[in-house]
């Protein structure tokens, strides 16, 4: 048994179709994600699956559509930055995985160190 989680293994069925523009690195963060609807905060705890630079795959106990513009709170750290939802989340058995994506790439949101490019994950 691999012992990954069923959003893990999810994850990794996902990644001939994503075209990734930086590593990508399996880590389990507790984030809040906040969507502004109707002029009402909507906070939604998860976790994510996989972070890069680019943004992270969040766990998620309710999907959230694709094109949302939110907020990501890393709960370790406190940071904040916004971004996307970039496409329609899939549902797993623990849950719905969202891929966000940062409006701006931050290299140091994580506060991890990635791998190089070219180093296999």
Not at 79 to 95: D, I, L, N, S
Not at 99 to 112: G, K, R, T
């Amino acid at each position: 048994m691999s012992g990954k989680t069923e959003a893990e293994t999810e994850v990794s069925a996902v990644r001939g179709e994503d075209r990734r523009r930086s590593q990508r690195v399996i880590i389990r963060v507790p984030v809040t994600l906040t969507i502004v609807k109707s002029g009402q905060d909507i906070t939604v705890s998860a976790h994510t699956v996989a972070v890069n630079v680019h943004g992270a795959m969040a766990l998620s106990p309710r999907p959230i559509a694709a094109e949302t513009k939110l907020e990501i709170l890393n709960e370790r750290t406190g940071q904040r930055t916004t971004a996307r939802v970039t496409r329609t989340p899939r549902e797993t058995g623990e849950g719905y995985l969202v891929p966000l994506e940062f409006d701006v790439a931050d290299p140091s949101f994580w506060q991890i160190s990635f791998p190089p490019e070219g180093s296999k994950t």
